[in-house]
């Protein structure tokens, strides 16, 4: 080892705080490799600045061999230097460290579980299933929560029935966010959950959600409640429940969607004209044409397709 | 101008360079060095997604040299011929010459930069037969380095560098590259970049089909690659070429790594089928090689496997020590775990998936012999830029040319300054995501879209599936509105969604316009399985017009300037 660096690697250990964050600073900057041990012993370092400048350090190096340290900070009991590990391994982590993530969720550590679970969405792996199961049952509601989204970014999960529980936790929080990942699940029960919590649950945003998942979902099974909602009081829910009837179409939504086209949300009024051209019957051609003087010009532009794909319609049965 | 980026609170960065090197891998690091080369007073500056240090095909583990032209094994002309061959006839010979031309230059200097190639003990380079006719492999016992020297060099060089900074797309002014934009994928700022030469060298699209895992990012290519420079490419105006020959490996079942027969055959094994005996004599890779392994292991003759157990026990420690210290451990591992040893059983191979990567097969960003792509002051270089065949010997030495010849273009050129609205709806663009960290996440999205790659462009290519597929991919643009992002990181993720999904659309259009087989397994069309000289002796190219529409369109094949008989010397791999 050169004698430039190891003289900056003698003052990590230096008394005084400023010796140690230039030490610091410098071996970032030399980019040496064999700075990377003794680094990572800093990170035991009393001082959370220290900590966290370590980490960012370690961070630029992205050796592997800092990755379980750099995981081992996940418990941090200072925000900062969480915060710092968390970001560095968002990029660092790789299927490899699977095991060893899993191996914290094992730890009674609420911030290292908590920030393990956010750091599962970027392995994704259906491996991390099981591991994560047992929070969906946690007293804490935040970790319930980490643990439902984590559910939903891992592609190969199709059915996960334990999910549905959480879609009637006693916090809304957890609730908002169960119900976006049944969106992407395939077990019976999910569209009858979702239909019953579109028009019941007491919280806007869970029903908002509930539409969203729906729409997703694209289910046939779920047009009642679609059609319900459309006229729910919050104009999050009623247009996602319109943007859900584009999809599945139904002449069943044929009357609430021709009152949606006079909502009072701009919004509502443009999807709602899109799903009447998608479900392109006759019937609605008159209200549509009433919408063409809409003092939104989105609406106009989407009535007008909507009229324009309706007559398609006709001219293609008509020939057919 | 609506200002999304501060609306959701990320400043915008500005920058300015003279050369803009988009990528630091081989390609981009040996740009950036070459570019200050030139003109040490110019402003070069390397914009990389990742980090440096360790970015690109080269940290996923590099035995060796590919493609080395060394006076004394071989000549230009000769190597010429053989890619010429390789590659159906299909190349602008003056741009795969001057890989030939130049490669052993980059071989000497990155040798003075203290890259170790193999030697014998007179001091010769070593050079080992893995070609159909010539010696073109050089062993690199210490790959492992290669990207920290290069790293260094580039500091050295005074070529700035930075990371992190994803690239989305080409600002064009003036029917001129002027810059480009992007974002941090750290801290979330917008960034923007002029500058009087882009140089893409983004590397490969990995990111197409689905590898047998599942997992988005075991690929065979560098998970980060996902495209990005195709798709930038393309929305620049630039013109694509061959993108129907896709790219797809002979890898190790259940394993995320080359089967690396370059390393074992010069030792003495080979490819074989269940029964043990050979189907291929040569294990260079090529498209007509993998329709034979295609072949094979739907023959009722499959498995096929990489065969060691007729070797003496010293020559597979040697082998072992080669592939498992070279940035491969997890491959000592993998064997163990699934109880094989290469002294008692072949090792079980597979077929890919599909990925598009000029520097493996042909596919990719026009450029000729300049690096010029057809959009002015735009160069491309490396795994996405079309000189087929070009692995990492090409990468450098299209890395150098593009250098070379960028700093060169700009000289009487100044700024321009980008058009805000422009800039207005690359931001709405780009942090869409964002605005709604609810929204489906990109894992779910990318995967349903690589599954629909899978199901509908995975060679041999069916006419139906290949229109159900492009449907499919037109329509998901739409899905891709829907995804939702909760950090930069995840950002980046989605953006590269969308590149992958530019990719997916252009390799199917360009499958379904090419109505003949080509380059084997590449481009083995079930509806018209004979190679069609008469019509298809051509470049198939694409392009983004005007009005937003993918056109596509025939190129003719340049004058060769050595001379191949392709009516004599068909490739052919195929023991029979
Ligand atoms: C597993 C493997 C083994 C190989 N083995 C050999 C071998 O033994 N011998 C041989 O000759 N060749 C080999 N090759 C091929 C060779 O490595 C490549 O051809 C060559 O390295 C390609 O260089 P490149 O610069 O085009 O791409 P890369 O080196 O991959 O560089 C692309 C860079 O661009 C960055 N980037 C991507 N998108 C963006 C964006 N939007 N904004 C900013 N930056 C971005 C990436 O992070 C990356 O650093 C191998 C390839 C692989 C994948």
């Known amino acids: ?320 | 101008m609506t200002n999304l980026n501060t609306d959701l609170g990320f400043p915008t960065q500005r920058l300015q360079a003279d050369v803009l090197v988009v990528g630091g891998g081989t390609a981009g690091t040996m740009a950036g060095i070459k570019a200050k080369q030139a003109n040490p007073d110019s402003d070069v500056l390397i914009l990389e997604k990742a980090n440096i240090r360790r970015s690109g095909a080269i940290a996923m583990g590099m035995d060796g040299v590919n493609t080395a032209v060394i006076p004394g094994n071989s000549t230009p002309e000769q190597y010429v011929r053989e890619i010429t061959i390789a590659n159906d006839g299909i190349v602008n010979q003056k741009a795969v010459y001057e890989t030939g031309r130049l490669g052993f230059e980059v071989i000497q200097e990155l040798e003075s930069w203290g890259v170790k190639f193999q030697k014998d003990p007179d001091g010769n380079y070593d050079l080992k037969q893995v070609h159909r006719v010539g010696k073109y492999v050089l062993p690199m016992p210490e790959g492992k380095d290669l990207k920290k020297i290069l790293t260094r060099q580039v500091k050295r060089h005074g070529v700035k560098v930075t990371n992190r900074v994803m690239a989305t797309r080409v600002i064009v002014q003036n029917g001129r590259a002027t810059g480009v934009v992007g974002f941090d994928v750290r801290s979330g700022d917008f960034v923007v970049i002029q500058a009087k030469a882009v140089i893409l060298c983004t590397g490969a699209c990995g990111r197409l089909g689905l590898p047998a895992s599942g997992y988005l990012y075991g690929t065979y290519e560098n998970p980060t690659n996902a495209g990005d420079g195709y798709a930038m490419a393309y929305h620049a105006g630039a013109e694509m070429t061959n993108i129907e020959c896709f790219q797809i490996n002979p890898l190790i079942k259940d394993y995320n790594g080359p089967a690396c027969a370059y390393v074992a055959s010069p030792f003495g094994a080979y490819t074989a089928n269940a029964e043990g005996h050979r189907f291929i004599n040569c294990d260079y890779w090529s498209g007509q090689m993998m329709l034979d392994i295609y072949k094979e292991l739907n023959s009722g003759n499959g498995p096929v496997h990489l065969k060691m157990y007729h070797l003496d026990d010293d020559t597979i420690a040697k082998i072992e020590s080669i592939l498992w210290a070279n940035e491969r451990p997890s491959r000592g591992r993998f064997h163990e775990g699934r109880g094989e040893n290469y002294r008692t059983h072949g090792v079980e191979m597979n077929i890919s998936e599909i990925g598009l990567c000029s520097g493996h097969s042909a596919s990719g960003v026009w450029v000729n012999e300049r690096a010029e792509t057809t959009v002015p002051g735009l160069y491309a270089a490396g795994d996405m830029a079309s000189v087929p065949h070009n692995y990492m010997i090409g990468a450098f030495v299209y890395g150098r040319i593009a250098g070379e010849n960028a700093v060169d273009y700009l000289q009487s050129l100044d700024h321009l300054e980008p058009d805000p609205d422009f800039l207005a709806a690359e931001q709405t663009r780009i942090y869409a995501p964002l605005t709604q960290p609810n929204g489906i996440p990109h894992t779910q999205v990318e995967y349903k879209l690589r599954r629909l790659v899978n199901d509908y462009l995975q060679p041999p290519k069916s006419p139906h599936k290949m229109e159900i597929g492009l449907e499919k991919f037109v329509a998901y643009a739409d899905t891709l509105t829907a995804m939702g992002a909760r950090d930069p990181h995840e950002l980046m993720r989605c953006n590269e969604v969308s590149f992958i999904r530019d990719c997916a659309e252009m390799a199917a259009r360009a499958s379904l316009y090419r109505k003949e087989t080509r380059w084997g397994l590449y481009h083995y069309r079930l509806d018209y399985p004979d190679r069609n000289d008469a019509e298809w002796f051509c470049h198939v190219n694409l392009k983004r017009t005007e009005s937003g529409e993918m056109e596509l369109f025939k190129r003719p094949v340049e004058p060769y300037i050595v001379d191949v008989d392709l009516k004599r010397e068909v490739y052919d791999v195929a023991v029979r």
Request: charged share 20%; proline share 5%.
């Open chain 1, 1 to 320: 080892m050169d004698s430039e660096l190891s003289q900056w690697i003698t003052l990590l250990r230096s008394p005084l705080l400023d010796d140690r964050l230039v030490a610091i600073k410098t071996l970032q900057h030399l980019g040496d490799e064999d700075a990377i041990a003794p680094l990572i012993d800093a990170l035991q370092d009393d001082d959370p600045t220290v900590q966290t400048l370590v980490i960012t350090t370690l961070w630029e190096f992205a050796h592997p061999s800092a990755i379980p340290p750099l995981i081992g900070c996940l418990g941090s009991p200072y925000e900062a230097v969480r915060n710092e590990a968390l970001s560095a391994l968002k990029e660092l982590v790789s299927t490899d460290d699977l095991m060893k993530l899993l191996d914290v969720l094992q730890t009674g550590n609420f911030h290292a579980q908590l920030n393990v679970l956010v750091l599962l969405r970027k392995i994704h792996d259906a491996q991390a299933l099981p591991f994560i199961l047992p929070f969906f049952e946690s007293e804490n509601a935040e970790l319930r929560e980490a643990a439902v989204i984590t559910l939903r970014y891992l592609n190969q999960v199709v059915r996960c029935e334990p999910a549905l529980a959480l879609a009637r936790d006693p916090s809304e929080v957890v609730r908002r966010a169960a119900v976006l990942t049944l969106g992407h699940l395939s077990d019976e029960g999910v569209v009858p959950l979702l239909s019953h919590l579109l028009t019941e649950d007491t919280d806007w945003q869970v029903r908002r959600n509930a539409a969203q998942a729906l729409d997703t979902l694209a289910d046939p099974a779920a047009i009642a409640a679609l059609v319900a909602a459309v006229a729910d009081p919050e104009w999050q829910v009623r247009k996602f429940a319109v943007r859900a009837l584009q999809k599945v179409t139904d002449s069943r939504a044929l009357p609430a969607l021709i009152n949606a086209l006079a909502d009072e949300s701009s919004d509502v009024r443009r999807d709602a004209a899109t799903a009447l051209g998608n479900l392109g019957q006759t019937e609605a051609l008159s209200a549509l044409q009433q919408t063409l003087n809409d003092p939104d010009i989105d609406v106009r532009i989407f009535s007008e397709r909507a009229i324009a794909q309706i007559n398609q319609t006709l001219a293609q049965t008509a020939h057919g």
